[in-house]
């Protein structure tokens, strides 16, 4: 990943949404990549859209919102739109109570404006009683606001009135389409239709919507939004008053990307000033009330901004943050006075944030690295302090994949406003070559992966608890205990006899070492069918790490017993259980569980049954001889051990290497009493 491009999938790259020909793939890579993610104010929590792996065809067939608990990994489906619909990056307001976004309905008619066919699942209560709580009513939705409906709050009005005098000339040959202004509990109930716009443009403007949000002022009380005007991308920044419906239009630009201040009385974008590619940017900055709206020309390569060209207000609503590749630009927004800081140990630094106090602004610096077989670069996630300038690093990243920035397949960082987190979305590729949508979550003590793909599949939508199960299977496979706990514990939910997904999650608690809740799934699965083989199986691990190994014997004879009728000698688990009990009467610290002639016997079959190429059931073949005292066979199948594997077994149970020197001095294996 090349110093230069780990602040984003470069802004030229993003703004191929407004021309023609947007492939699925590149949605995929708006939808899954760009679309930036909303924190919950306390950090603890993500609202995040998501849409299907791509396809060669015209359009994914379902975008959808969530929100994603970084810690227990639950999510919770907010929204969701079919083929030709599209969903907006959604935006969580500072109070933590609702989630915005914008929502295009599928199959819209283009040429007209209807006010018919409300969703029956959404709640479309008059904007006010909403949010204050009161009790729902449902009402009709709110008409589609033609464009430049809002009550102008622009400076010069003449801009307001020319680019009105523009769209009616051009409003016969101009296609128009409905947006609706959304509102969602962060529990996925509330969902209420706040504004339903007319927005101007071709199909590629309703791609755009996928990096797009609405902005919350600080006191929860207005939401910011942008409508596009006309065909040269010029687009107007509006607020709507949350309580009284009231708009307004503040602010003229070509960029579909603002800030608004914390105090709420400035709004902000930066665009290209000229063609695509130009060195030049132009700043907009207006007074929310109208008393104020200026351009401002700077020499910045929006190619090398952050965020697709977004700007940061600093706490006090005065001064602007701008990053661009080396440096971070400090700029007063009434004078357009600007001063630049410069990180003396980074080659780049990208995505500022300051925290929720505004004493701190978070950043991430890139080191660029020149020894052999090392990465390229190095990527720390770094704190300044606003006064002195004084910075420190909070942690380092490890293990940042290798995005292929060129191929349109970056990967697009996130800082939590507490300063605890950063997230990159990222599009890599699995064993078998296929690409897939990841999270990545790092604290500075661990990195969390997460795929968000399988998010979309069927089973999330269904009542099957058998599918429902078969998904859990998979994110096992993928060990994401979290993510199959959730389905597991779904599944268990619908149908609470349902056996196999009883089983399944008992082997993730045992995974997540905890074993009681193991013991209790088994002993819930054996009461429902006793001849569930594989329930004796865990069950026989969670005694055994609980020291009861008396127990765990007792349930591996009765469950290779049964395994053997109803699965068959040659099932992999039942071959496991074989090998396991045979270890463990090999190599027992407690003389009475131990049989040497018995473990011979089992692991004898053990190796018999997969025609002696499993080291691992060697390995018990070997000390189970030892354990008769036959030293010379130990000898002999534990050199064979070693020769058919270079894999060892766990460290409680020693290497092979140490087990054939024990063996050679005429010693059994015993394994630990801890």
Known sequence: MDAQKVGKVCYSKASITLV?????FLIYVLACIVSPVSWSPDCSKIAILVTLPFEEKEAPDKFAIFTYDIATGERVLLDEVEKNGVLSAPSWSPDGKWIAYYRVEPNLPRETVSSSGADPNVSQTPPASAVEGTAQVRGPEPTAERLFSEENMMLPPALFEIAKEKLDKEEKERNFFDVKLMLVKPDGTGRKVLQVMKWGGNEDVRVALIYMRPEWSQDCKRLFYVRPGHAENLA???????????????????AVAFAVSPDGNWVVSLSEAGKAGSEKALLTVARTDGN???????DINLSLVDEAGTVTWFPDSKHLLIGAKEKLRIMAADTGSIEEYRDPNASAIAYPVFSATGNTLYYLAVREVNEPNSPKMSISFKSMNIKDKATKTVFALSDVPDMDMDSNKGGVFSISPNGKTVLMRGIVKDENGNEKSVLFFWDGKSRKVVETDSWLKKPLYGTDPVVINLRGVEYYSQRQFDQALLDFNKAVQI???YVDALYNRGLVYYHQSKYDQTLSDCNQVLAIDPQYAKAYYVRALAYSATKRCQFAISDLVKGIEIGRQRLGERHPDVLWAINHLAWMQATSPTDELRDGKKAVELATEACDLTDWNNPDFVDTLAAAFAETGDFESAIKWQSKAIQLSSERRSTSQGSSEDRLKLYQSRKPFREATD
């Open 292 to 298: 104020f709206h200026k351009y401002f020309r700077l």
């Open 495 to 497: 149908e609470p006899n």
């Open 236 to 254: 107007y920044v509006c607020s709507i008053d949350i309580a009284t419906g009231k708009m307004c239009a503040h602010l003229l630009s070509s």
């Open 20 to 24: 023609a020909g947007v492939s699925c």
